[in-house]
């Protein structure tokens, strides 16, 4: 049998494993949290955000600042249906509800025009996922949003490495949420970020994220409000540090394995994938392939074929509102469809070309030239 092509394998050397072992023997007491900080520091810097906060994952990071934001029972929260449901969780948490509208064909990233429709005065907050790195169209969103004085919210999970107008994502809106998940381009095992440039908000997030412990409070184990518990470990964030150090050969490296299938699929009739429209950056965490219905080529197709060659790829997330938990909304017609002719291609930082060009010649068997 031919060798395993898995779709996605974090990216592990003797740096981020040095780091680990010296939080794991010196990290405690005093130093509990230095590695935290860095990791900190780092991603600001990286990101250009004036504020972060290290969590234990990213819908831990979008719970607090939704809490933030004060959503709670009877809001509504708009979002896109194509998204995992990591970014929907956070607001049922609050007893709030998410409104599911459709996206754009071309980015697969929620549709501003069927944002604004579906504002009503219960609307608290708009999120704006980039999905697989695609990058939302912001400006219009920040537009939606000023008109009707509603914050705009970027669930940048999937978009380290993408940016907006030379802005990176997560940046632009109200607060940007990260994702560390051991299938992202930069990995702590679980966990994840939560970033803004408002100094309020960041101080409110920072004392959610506490057990309600502001940082100024002087009592000792005095919590000034019912907080959360969404820290990242010591041990997670020196790995993290770590990855920071090698972040851009990472985002790179993301955008070369693109690239190649880029440009050896150039040439096929009847597919698309991931956009880089002007102004944008695309740091492309999972290449996406999406055939057109005139094609007749549907996911469970791609996926025996696939699985008959021994290689692992992902399918395209299922529309939210098709879960069992929402109420179906096949009227969001894009989200629906989309699903049903797509696949998510291996993209993991070691994957060599052989192996992609076995990837590639599952696809072509599927279109001619």
Avoid at 57 to 81: K, P, R, Y
Avoid at 177 to 195: A, D, P, V, Y
Avoid at 309 to 327: C, G, K, T, W
Avoid at 339 to 366: C, G, M, Q, T, W
Wanted: charged share 25%.
């Amino acid at each position: 049998m031919k060798s395993k092509i898995h779709y996605t394998k974090p990216s592990i050397t003797e740096l981020e494993v040095s780091y680990a072992t010296d939080a794991a023997r010196n990290g405690w007491g005093e130093k509990c949290y230095e590695y935290i900080h860095k990791f900190e520091e780092k991603f600001k810097e990286f990101t250009g955000a004036k504020f972060a906060i290290a969590t234990s994952s990213c819908t831990g990071a979008l719970h607090m600042g939704l809490a933030a934001l004060s959503v709670q029972a009877g809001d509504e929260v708009i979002l896109a249906e194509t998204n995992w449901i990591a970014s929907a969780s956070p607001v049922t948490y609050l007893c709030a509800k998410p409104i599911f509208v459709d996206v754009l064909e071309d980015t697969w990233c929620i549709d501003p025009a069927k944002v604004e429709a579906a504002i009503t005065p219960r609307t608290k907050a708009i999120i704006a996922v980039h999905i697989y790195g695609n990058v939302c169209d912001m400006d219009k969103l920040l537009a939606i949003g000023e008109k009707y004085g509603i914050p705009v919210i970027e669930d940048a999970a999937e978009a380290i490495g993408s940016h907006w107008h030379g802005k990176h994502a997560g940046t632009v809106g109200k607060f940007g949420t990260f994702s560390f998940h051991g299938t992202k381009t930069l990995t702590t095992g679980e966990g994840g970020m939560f970033i803004t440039n408002d100094p309020v908000l960041y101080e409110k997030v920072l004392t959610f994220s506490n057990h309600g412990r502001a940082r100024g409070q002087t009592k000792q184990f005095w919590p000034d409000e019912i907080g959360f518990k969404y820290k990242m470990s010591n041990i997670q964030a020196a790995i993290g540090y770590g990855q920071m150090e090698r972040i851009h050969e990472l985002v790179s490296r993301k955008r070369e394995i693109f690239n190649y299938y880029a440009r050896a699929l150039t040439n096929l009739s009847g597919l698309s994938m991931n956009p880089e429209s002007e102004n944008t950056k695309n740091g492309y965490w999972m290449p996406t392939l999406v055939f057109d219905a005139s094609t007749g080529i549907t996911r469970e197709q791609l996926q025996k074929r696939f699985s008959e060659e021994n290689i692992d790829a992902r399918v395209f997330f299922h529309p939210l509102s098709s879960l069992p938990m929402f109420q179906d909304c096949p009227s969001n017609k894009i989200a629906w469809d989309i699903p049903n002719r797509a696949i998510n291609l291996p993209s993991y930082h070691e994957i060599s070309n052989e192996e992609l060009d076995r990837v590639i010649k599952v696809i072509e068997s599927f279109i001619e030239r």
